[in-house]
């Protein structure tokens, strides 16, 4: 029996953590870009998916792609399918998930983002049909009502994208996203998952339409693949950021 693939996977490193000028001139201050480092983690982070794909042998028509609405991950989307290389991998569309976007942090940077009709002007990827499982209400208290967010994001994923042997999600989102959807899906506390770097992936699996995923050991917050993390996106997790 084939399994089906959860791939969670933060944005890379962030322009404004390096030249934090930018905000002061900035239209949409809260919703940065990425920075080189990061465009270049992203590709290499879609290089070393397209490998382990490549692999299993799964398909373009396979793979489902959520992100984020914001542009960092958006970017960071848009970088790593851009590796792809299976037939018909230029088909691929990314699908603007509110479910899954940034913390309500209380600098209202939700209110900076464009619509998604706007963003498909420069980004033709993305599937501006797309209506998200759920919007997040706000505000938004931190964990306490960020973590039933993301359990319910999950339970809604398992709903909509039923397992199918050998069908793969990628779902690009940011670093307390990835350790509270990881955690869900497991069906573990938020304490079991490891910190999120820039462009880290995790990665669950099931055989069966069983509410609770697999975490796979060897793809935990993995960052291996790419060549520099930099000095100014840090891995993070809940208990704050941790340089290493």
Not at 69 to 96: G, W, Y
Not at 152 to 179: D, F, M, W
């Amino acid at each position: 029996m084939g399994f089906q693939s959860l791939y969670i996977i933060r944005h890379g490193d962030r322009y404004d953590y390096s030249y934090p000028e930018w905000r002061e001139r900035a239209n949409r201050p809260g919703d940065p870009p990425l920075s080189d480092l990061g465009h270049a983690q992203a590709r290499e982070t879609g290089e070393y998916l397209n490998s382990l794909l490549a692999e299993e042998n799964i398909l373009a028509e396979d793979i489902t792609v959520l992100s984020s609405p914001f542009l960092r991950c958006i970017q960071t989307t848009t970088n790593i399918l851009s590796q792809f290389t299976m037939e018909n991998a230029h088909q691929l569309r990314i699908k603007p998930e509110d479910s899954v976007w940034e913390i309500d942090s209380g600098h209202d940077a939700h209110s900076d983002l464009p619509t998604v009709v706007e963003r498909g002007c420069y980004f033709p990827r993305l599937d501006v049909e797309h209506e998200s499982l759920f919007v997040p209400n706000f505000p938004e208290k931190f964990p306490e009502e960020f973590v039933p967010r993301c359990t319910k994001a999950v339970a809604e994923l398992n709903k909509k994208y039923t397992y199918q042997p050998r069908s793969v999600l990628l779902v690009v989102t940011h670093a307390a996203g990835c350790i509270a959807l990881a955690a869900s899906a497991a069906g573990v506390h938020t304490d079991d998952i490891n910190a999120a770097a820039p462009c880290s992936v995790t990665k669950l699996s099931r055989s069966s339409n069983d509410e609770i995923w697999k975490l796979c050991d060897m793809y935990h917050g993995y960052k291996d693949h790419m060549s520099s993390l930099g000095t100014k996106t840090w891995p993070w997790h809940f208990s704050g950021f941790i340089k290493d």
